[in-house]
């Protein structure tokens, strides 16, 4: 039996509405301490409405979500969550460092501490020879590293990755695989919303897929596909959210 102390995220009969339109419709999902889950859903579906919650960013309308146990819009709960936003959270009129020093005082990191989180931060990236450099003139690649290296500058417990490799070459695809590697040898929760299902398979644990603002399917990859007796996980996915164009 699953105990407390191995779930990181819940989230129950959780409902979010924007003006007419139901963004999340009841959902609940749980997402066990240390694992990758996988966050699979057409234009619409409800993921990013899903990763604010979870960020403490919006409060639901009603239900419950729970990071650690307690509510994520506290501050101290909220110090333990990154997030690598799909639209990038950088200044590109600060240097990559500027953009890691930034992000390090807004949560609380000062001194030789903040110091040494922006070098470790240009090392994740790959941005040390650039870091005085302003981010607007950086390649689409480099800003989603940087975009990565904000998000843990301040060494979360639980990382909300929004598309983290949406318009990035195949090196810079390369390079943050292998950084998610070794942040998941080191224990981390990662939450990883993606529309590709090969990111999916490869990276994570589980999948989750949501449509209409709700779970449709959960499990890891074989177990879903068992489960509904599908052959691959892009013929799930079209299965149980359809081939219609989502706009």
């Known amino acids: ?29 749980e997402v066990r301490r240390g694992e990758t889950l996988a966050l ?14 979870l960020a403490g960013i919006t409060r639901p309308d009603s239900g419950t979500i729970a990071v650690g146990g307690d509510d994520p819009t506290r501050a101290r709960v909220r110090r333990g969550i990154g997030i690598a936003p799909q639209g990038l959270a950088i200044y ?16 609380g990191l000062r001194g030789a501490t903040l110091a040494a989180a922006v070098r470790q931060g ?8 650039r870091a005085s450099d302003r981010a607007g003139t950086f390649s689409g690649g480099m800003k989603r590293r940087l975009n990565l290296a904000c ?3 301040h060494q979360p ?9 949406a318009g990035v070459d195949p090196q810079s695809r390369h390079h943050l695989f292998r950084a998610i590697a070794s942040l998941q040898s080191a224990g981390l929760t990662l939450i990883y919303s993606t529309h590709l299902m090969e990111e999916a398979e490869q990276l ?16 890891s990859t074989a177990e879903v596909l068992q489960h509904h ?8 996915f079209l299965s149980l959210t359809g081939s219609e164009l989502r706009d």
């Open 40 to 53: 699979l859903g057409p234009n619409g579906a409800g993921k990013t409405t899903l990763m604010h919650l």
């Open 1 to 29: 039996m699953r105990t407390r102390s191995d779930v990181c995220v819940q989230a129950r009969a959780v409902r979010k509405v924007f003006g007419s339109i139901v963004a999340l419709a009841g959902l609940d999902l």
């Open 122 to 129: 240009l090392v994740l990236a790959d941005l040390e020879n």
């Open 204 to 219: 994570c644990e589980r999948v989750a897929i949501i449509d209409h603002g709700a779970v449709v399917a959960v499990g």
């Open 151 to 153: 998000a843990l500058i």
């Open 157 to 165: 417990r639980l990382l909300l990755l929004d598309e983290p490799t």
């Open 92 to 107: 590109p009129r600060l240097t990559a460092a500027e953009n890691l020093r930034f992000f390090g005082q807004l949560y």
């Open 229 to 236: 007796q599908s052959p691959d996980l892009q013929s799930l």
